[in-house]
């Protein structure tokens, strides 16, 4: 797993903004599906974020809410964080946009802070005066991660060597296809991973979702890394495998299960941490072949890539020798790099390499310590569920019910005389209430499900099955099911 992680875990709840900075404190409240408040402070000024279940739906401070409370903090590179997850959240939604898209707005503003790149620049300073600050900061780093062999002085190079984490997720190679098109919603996630596990993989599990991509990567059996691209930056490393693991938790998008050598695995690493090594050069000024030539003569571990404006092919090389190519529109390894070299014919074709010095076989993770850091989004209980005895007579009473049409005369009264025993008004403002409670600003889809339920009992229970039953957004279903059962327990006691 990388040693960098983009969104680490909020560690007692507070921190400073220099070593943690907004951007990664959104992606850590996403991946961790955290609710509260998170404030930001810098100077004199301060702002509010709200959460609910990742979402950020509210923001202000500085005479600004909204998004635009989200782009100022992000510059910041001092100050302070506090996180409050039992605080009182607003009932106003200022945000409705995801952060993903929140991020990218912010980048295309040019939004300092609104990626990865700026941080790490500040973190390694050329100037010989930061020189002291930076190994001073350095060192809680190296202990931490227990490289305590390495001089102080070492440290900052070790930082600038590892370079950011991705900004993109390069297409990959297709090779044995072990499984297709699982869909996620009935697919028991940990059960899958240990069977990969168990099976020695080596390859990789996809993620396709319609607004969203990941991959987990396995070296013979062994989880090596974890890939998530949201749209607006990619994230690695457990937050990668918490973004993955809660689309398909909520059932959204299909997996692949693709099976490779262990060469090409190797190689994909490297293609995806790799630092570029050469960048942007324009293909017409370029004899790609010779550029091959040279990087066979120099045993380069690493890739090519070649970006043509409607495609993008990739060539694989292991100490300088051909691996395989391929492209996006044809992912089938191939030993021929001409699929891939034909691209430069485009005048606007850039090309670019990314190099390893040295061959190393990818370090593993623990695939039961990912699988207890994230715990199955339904497993969340809210609230107690309603004691078992309350909920033994709406079982015996249903079936007595509907028994009743068959004797003509009961069945025409038995309904006559128990529903004016019933406050409507009461219960249905009760329920209400019950939904304002349970879900707060989201509540509105509960209540119009129950607005517009005639009064009977039946009509009732149906209405609350559905409520156990639907989705909203940014709502854990584990919730509904326990509004439900409570609304259910309400309504056996007007009985």
């Known amino acids: 797993m990388s040693s960098i992680e983009q969104a680490p875990r909020l560690v007692d709840y507070k921190g400073s903004l220099d070593q943690t900075p907004l951007l990664s404190l959104l992606q850590s409240m996403q991946a961790q599906r955290a609710t509260g408040t998170l404030q930001v ?8 974020l709200f959460f609910l279940f990742g979402h950020l739906f509210h923001a202000y401070g500085n005479g600004s809410q909204g998004e635009e409370a989200v782009f100022e903090p992000l510059a910041w590179r001092q100050g302070d964080y506090t996180f409050d ?42 100037q010989p005066t930061a020189a002291p600050p930076a190994a001073a900061a350095a060192a809680p780093q190296v202990s931490e991660r227990a490289l305590v062999s390495q001089p102080p002085q070492a440290a900052p190079q070790v930082v600038a060597e590892e370079g950011p984490p991705p900004t993109e997720l390069y297409p990959l190679p297709v090779g044995k296809l072990v499984y297709e098109s699982l869909k996620t919603a009935f697919v028991d996630f940990p059960k899958l991973l240990r069977s990969l596990s168990q099976d020695r993989l080596t390859g990789y599990l996809r993620l396709t979702g319609q607004a969203s991509r990941g991959m987990i990567l396995f070296y013979q059996g062994s989880l090596i890394e974890s890939f998530y691209d949201g ?62 030539q040279y990087l066979q003569e120099e045993k380069i571990h690493g890739s090519l890539l070649v970006r043509a404006p409607e495609e993008m092919g990739i060539i694989l090389l292991r100490d300088g020798q051909l691996l395989g190519a391929f492209t996006r529109g044809q992912p089938q390894l191939m030993q021929d790099p001409e699929i891939v070299t034909r691209l430069c014919a485009d005048s606007k074709t850039r090309i670019e390499v990314k190099a390893v010095a040295d061959l190393e ?31 033994a007579p709406a079982a015996t009473m249903a079936p007595a019910a509907r028994a009743q049409p068959h004797p003509p005369a009961p069945a025409a009264t038995a309904p006559v005389s128990a529903e004016p025993d019933i406050d409507w008004p009461s219960l249905m403002s009760q329920l209400n209430q019950m939904a304002d409670s349970a879900l707060q600003s989201r509540s509105k889809k509960v209540k119009e499900m129950l607005s517009s339920t005639e009064h009977s009992v039946d009509a009732l229970d149906r209405t609350i099955d559905r409520i156990s039953q639907t ?21 056996e006691e007007q009985r």
């Open 231 to 292: 749209g607006a930056v990619v994230s690695t490393g457990r937050t990668a495998f918490s973004l993955f693991k809660n689309d398909v938790d909520r059932g959204e998008g299909s997996m692949d299960v693709i099976e490779l050598t262990a060469e090409v695995v190797t190689a994909i690493y490297q293609l995806l941490t790799a630092p570029t090594i050469l960048q942007g050069l324009l293909a017409r000024f370029v004899d790609v072949r010779a550029l091959l």
């Open 361 to 391: 076989e990818p370090a593993s993770v623990s695939l039961e310590e990912m699988l207890a850091m994230t715990p199955s989004v339904p497993a969340t209980v809210y609230r107690p569920a309603p004691p078992q005895p309350s909920t």
């Open 471 to 491: 989705s909203i957004m940014f709502v854990d279903p584990a919730r509904l099911t326990n509004l439900a059962n409570e609304m259910r327990q309400l309504l």
């Open 85 to 126: 997850p039992k605080s009182k959240l607003p009932t106003e939604e200022t945000i409705t946009a995801p952060t993903a898209d929140i991020l990218a707005e912010a980048k295309r503003r040019g939004v300092p802070g609104a990626d990865n790149g700026p941080v790490a620049a500040i973190r390694s300073p050329s």
């Open 41 to 48: 402070r810098s100077g004199g000024e301060a702002f509010s």
